[in-house]
């Protein structure tokens, strides 16, 4: 019975901790110390402690948590494109055809609709919807999508920062390795977001990694042309929510 109450109790708290993320940011680090408090005093020192070092989340990853929150179904298609594009890449490291447009236009319409919803919470907020401002919550918006629910990599809903889009080399990472035959002789690996490989290591020792990564680079030259698209179309849409703001304010 005690180790079902502290299942129950475990389970409050991290509900409460989505509560926190959800809150408007004026009111984060109130409501932080005040729960780190109600549960020193319920006897969880240690999750105290956790809550205790949450950090206040910066005004774009804020603003993807509430579209995370609030948007879920444009979000989770947002992460489907995402999913479905790395399938496709796989799918051609394999010898097999796969359909690259499809999947981008479907994240370039997500992305563009997110940016829309971005722009109204953020000024709801009383936080200016700026151009950096929104090019921080896409550039966000736009890695969650490659990352796009892969384990041990940001996962919306508590974002305290910026996600930047993985790097060549975590990007060749994410997809599974190909052996000549064609078929996949590992499971997909994830690259530490902070990890440097030496070059110089890296030129001593060839790894069969190294071919489907430059087959992930001619992939991605070949889609250049349509993620051009979805980001003058983001570009577009975002000019547009601010003059409809400026006109709102002039009114």
């Keep these: ?23 408007p940011l004026t009111e984060f680090t109130a409501a932080r110390n005040a729960l780190a408090t109600r549960l020193k005093k319920a006897g969880d020192a240690e999750e105290a402690e956790r809550v205790k070092a949450l950090t206040k989340p910066s005004v774009p990853a804020w603003a993807v948590n509430q579209l995370y929150r609030q948007h879920r179904i444009i979000f989770d298609r947002l992460l489907d494109a995402g999913e479905r594009f790395r399938n496709a890449q796989t799918s051609q490291l394999a010898g097999k055809p796969a359909e690259i447009r499809a999947p981008l236009e479907a994240r370039r319409a997500a992305l563009s609709e ?48 910026d996600v930047q889009p993985p790097g060549f080399e975590a990007l060749a990472a994410l997809v ?75 009114g």
């Design 176 to 250: 599974p390795r190909v052996d000549q035959s064609g078929r996949m002789t590992g499971p997909t690996r994830v690259i530490p977001f902070e990890h440097k490989t030496s070059r110089k290591a890296a030129s001593k020792k060839q790894d069969p990694q190294d071919e489907n990564a430059r087959a992930v680079a001619a992939t991605a030259e070949d889609a250049a042309g349509e993620v051009d698209d979805a980001e003058r179309a983001l570009d577009k849409a975002k000019r547009a929510v601010e003059t409809l703001q400026e006109s709102l304010n002039e």
């Design 114 to 161: 997110l940016a829309g919803h971005a722009a109204k919470i953020l000024s709801e907020a009383g936080s200016a919807a700026a151009p950096d401002t929104m090019r921080r919550v896409t550039t966000t918006l736009e890695a969650l999508s490659t990352y796009a629910r892969i384990p041990d990599t940001p996962q919306a809903g508590r974002l305290i920062d």
């Design 1 to 23: 019975m005690k180790k079902n109450r502290q299942a129950h109790g475990s389970k409050s708290a991290q509900d409460d901790i989505d509560a926190l993320f959800q809150l």
